[in-house]
Every structure is written in C-alpha cells, then in structure tokens.
C-alpha cells in the first residue's frame, strides 16, 4: 500500500511536468527540479502546550515541477520524504521519530524574479512510527501502531531563486489531522523547513 501510494505521487508529478513544458515558464525556476533540507518539528496543539515537547531535526528530500499560469504565478506539486517528530525533555529523553511522504500543491507567487511567496495544502503519508528513548544509559526503540496513518495540512514559505537555477526557502507545516489516531487529543505535527533546491 505504502509503495502504491508512492508511486503513484511520482507518476502524478511526472505528468505535471508534461504539461509545463507547453506553458510559459520563468527561468529561474521553471520546470522539474530536486530539493532537500532540515526539518525542525515539534507537536502542536492544545493538548501539546501541557508538555515538554521541543523541536527535534529531521531531514527532508525530493522532487518537484512548476506549472507556470504566467509569469509571475505558478502551481508547484512535489512528493518528498520527510522525517518528522519530537522529542520530550523528560527523564528518559523520549522522542517520538515519524517518517512520511508529503505530497504538497502549492501556489507560488514571484514577487520579483527571485523572491517567492507560496502556500497550499499537503497530504502526508505514514510510512513509519517509532518511539525511542534513553534509560539509565542504554537506549530503547521500538514501532507504534498509534500514528494516524493520513496527515492533512496546509504548507506556507517564502523562497528566492539564484543564478544557475538554485532555489533556497523557509516553509512552516501546520497539520491539521491528529497525530494520535483513536485519540481526542489535540496533537498535530507542526514544524519549520529550510530548503535547498535545483531546477533543470
């Protein structure tokens, strides 16, 4: 399921770029390109303001297109996958580490040819839950089932694009789906990104 799932993001992506290359496109950062980064995630919520959560890094990396709308406005989906989680500054220095593949549709906005403004909504898919730990020096780890499996959520970022098609940003994730599924706990997976791309 998690490898259709996959696949079919990456089929969906490339058939994005095959219409792009018919629609007017900037340069700067037109077309289909890679990116990659640091995560900074924490959990957020009503019911996560009670607890010692803090940011725990993590890393993200994959593909993306533009599909320009005209010049100074393009739809951008991408699928990447992304080590989200937290850490908690109790007495076993327990983190919870979740890896997904997010899937965002974003609008991005040229300011100017180099700065970006874009936001839009992501679905992120589990593809693992574990919780780890440390215990009168030696370390615990092991899976859980109590991860929601779907995460919806909105993305928003600023971006500036270079010479030679080289892009950095700064996003920050919102979700809006409980991380704990079988759970009235309002808990969500919320976070920063700081990004590196390349546009062919």
Same mark, same amino acid.
Request: aromatic share 16%.
């Given at each position: 399921?998690?490898?259709?799932?996959?696949?079919?993001?990456?089929?969906?992506?490339?058939?994005?770029?095959?219409?792009?290359?018919?629609?007017?496109? *900037?340069?700067?950062?037109?077309?289909?390109?890679?990116?990659?980064?640091?995560?900074?995630?924490?959990?957020?919520? +009503? !019911?996560?303001?009670?607890?010692?959560?803090?940011?725990?890094?993590?890393?993200?990396?994959?593909?993306?297109?533009?599909?320009?709308?005209?010049?100074?406005?393009?739809? +951008?989906?991408?699928?990447?996958?992304?080590?989200?989680?937290?850490?908690?500054?109790?007495?076993?220095?327990?983190?919870?580490?979740?890896?997904?593949? !997010?899937?965002?549709?974003?609008?991005?906005?040229?300011?100017? !040819?180099?700065?970006?403004?874009?936001?839009?909504?992501?679905?992120?898919?589990?593809?693992?839950?574990?919780? +780890?730990?440390?215990?009168?020096?030696?370390?615990?780890?092991?899976?859980? +089932?109590?991860?929601?499996?779907? !995460?919806?959520?909105?993305?928003?970022?600023?971006?500036?694009?270079?010479?030679?098609?080289?892009?950095?940003?700064?996003?920050?994730?919102?979700?809006?789906?409980?991380?704990?599924?079988? *759970?009235?706990?309002?808990?969500?997976?919320?976070?920063?990104?700081?990004?590196?791309?390349?546009?062919?």
């Amino acid at each position: 399921m998690k490898k259709s799932i996959l696949l079919l993001a990456i089929v969906a992506l490339f058939s994005f770029d095959i219409q792009a290359q018919s629609v007017q496109r *900037s340069d700067a950062a037109g077309g289909f390109g890679v990116r990659g980064g640091v995560n900074f995630f924490n959990f957020g919520g +009503e !019911d996560a303001s009670s607890n010692e959560y803090t940011n725990r890094a993590g890393f993200h990396a994959g593909v993306y297109t533009n599909l320009f709308l005209g010049s100074r406005l393009a739809i +951008e989906p991408g699928v990447y996958y992304s080590v989200k989680g937290t850490q908690n500054d109790d007495f076993a220095n327990t983190r919870a580490i979740l890896n997904y593949i !997010d899937v965002p549709l974003l609008l991005r906005l040229y300011v100017t !040819d180099g700065l970006n403004i874009f936001g839009g909504p992501q679905a992120s898919f589990l593809m693992s839950s574990k919780f +780890e730990g440390d215990f009168f020096g030696s370390s615990f780890s092991y899976d859980t +089932e109590a991860i929601t499996k779907t !995460d919806l959520g909105f993305v928003v970022g600023l971006g500036y694009n270079l010479p030679k098609g080289i892009n950095l940003q700064g996003s920050y994730d919102f979700g809006t789906s409980p991380v704990f599924k079988d *759970s009235d706990a309002a808990i969500y997976n919320r976070g920063f990104k700081v990004s590196l791309g390349y546009s062919f």
